[in-house]
């Protein structure tokens, strides 16, 4: 099949022939109908990160189509179509079973099936294994994935929305809705509208809050964040972005969600907070990103500061829950969609969402 590889580090992807096994135990075999451009697989694809070999097969954002199961497979039959998701869980141990298996400690188990033991790696060329980002490896047109990986959604989802959802969606809103538990009448700031950002918008949105204030050094973007429910935007490149929120707000909003992860946007984010409320790391900006904090401020103030991954997320509940509010207009993930391309188009494809007018990119064409 064919499959965008990264052989190098900042070596870009190139399409090349990569075998990809059968199905075996509680794997499942799809036909990737769309995938999106997330800037974490750009980032791991021109650093690298921990452990990961090279050449890599990477695409996280994925939906598609199931073509053949392992002999355990239950949930999925040949035909369903299916979202993948880069959370890996076990689903028996406590964090599981209490709702987080986005805090699941056993991640490997979704890569060794007993089935798979031995030389024979899901993904390969010239006899040699090639590494499945995330155990996903979705810019190709198969995918060969564990089960709990996937979550079904309906047939009349498209395939592009649908790929957005496993990422940038249960991601934006799932860090709105489980990491703060934003309630109606509530305030909120998002620091960084790109597609993850316009995503907790949207959630905020959805969960009614009273003023949604987008902040970002694009126009182009904070117009967009309108568009999807923002009530106030701020362009921080030219101004002080806290003292503008906490202007605009009354002394601060009491949920600010930092989306691009540096300290200075999170110090921004603690800046712009109100008495008692929440700072939300979303964003992971490459390098080692720290900051000093004030003990008594933070205790006097009754601030929080939590970072989130996923959404905080549980994919099997909460995909299914914003396809349906995409299914019924509360979600605009056609929006999202800015530009559709082919599996070699992914350098371009990367390029091109530095353009502030440019949300998400997708493969749509393998
Ligand atoms: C990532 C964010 C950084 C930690 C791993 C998961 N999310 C999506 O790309
Ligand atoms: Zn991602």
């Known amino acids: 099949m064919r499959a965008a590889v990264v052989q190098t580090p900042g070596g870009g992807f190139t399409v090349q022939d990569v075998d990809i096994d059968r199905p075996v135990d509680r794997e499942v075999l799809m036909e990737v109908r769309a995938a999106g451009l997330c800037h974490t697989d750009l980032t791991l694809a021109t650093h690298g990160l921990g452990r990961l070999r090279l050449p890599v097969v990477l695409g996280h954002e994925i939906a598609g189509v199931v073509v053949a199961t392992g002999p355990h497979v ?20 406590p964090a599981c079973l209490d709702g987080r298996p986005h805090q699941c400690p056993h991640p490997e188990a979704t890569l060794r099936d007993p089935g798979r033991h031995g030389p024979r790696p899901r993904l390969g060329r010239a006899g040699r294994p090639v590494t499945q980002g995330m155990g996903l490896g979705g810019f190709a047109q198969r995918a060969l994935v564990h089960a709990n990986q996937l979550t079904a959604v309906p047939r009349r989802l498209p395939f592009a929305c649908a790929a957005l959802l496993g990422c940038g969606v249960l991601t934006g809103v799932g860090s709105v809705l489980n990491g703060a538990r934003v309630r109606a009448g509530e305030t909120v700031a998002v620091i960084g509208v790109g597609g993850v950002g316009l995503n907790a918008v949207a959630g905020a949105a959805v969960a009614g809050a009273s003023r949604i204030v987008a902040l970002d050094v694009q126009d182009g973007r904070l117009r967009r964040a309108r568009e999807f429910g923002a009530t106030d935007v701020v362009n921080s490149a030219d101004t002080d972005a806290a003292a503008a929120v906490r202007e605009m707000t009354g002394g601060g909003v009491r949920h600010a969600f930092d989306i691009v992860g540096t300290a200075a946007t999170t110090r921004q984010a603690l800046d712009m907070t109100a008495l008692g409320g929440g700072v939300h790391v979303v964003g992971l900006a490459p390098g080692d990103g720290e900051l000093t904090l004030s003990l008594p401020r933070l205790l006097l103030q009754q601030k929080r500061v939590q970072g989130l991954i996923m959404g905080a997320g549980d994919p099997r509940r909460d995909i299914p829950r914003y396809a349906d509010l995409c299914l019924r207009g509360h979600l605009n993930l056609d929006g999202l969609v800015s530009r559709r391309i082919a599996l070699h188009e992914i350098d371009t494809g990367y390029a091109a969402l530095r353009d502030p007018e440019v949300a998400r990119v997708v493969v749509t064409s393998f």
């Open 74 to 93: 239950t949930e999925f039959t040949a035909g369903d179509h299916v979202v993948g998701c880069l959370v890996q869980w076990c689903g028996g141990c």
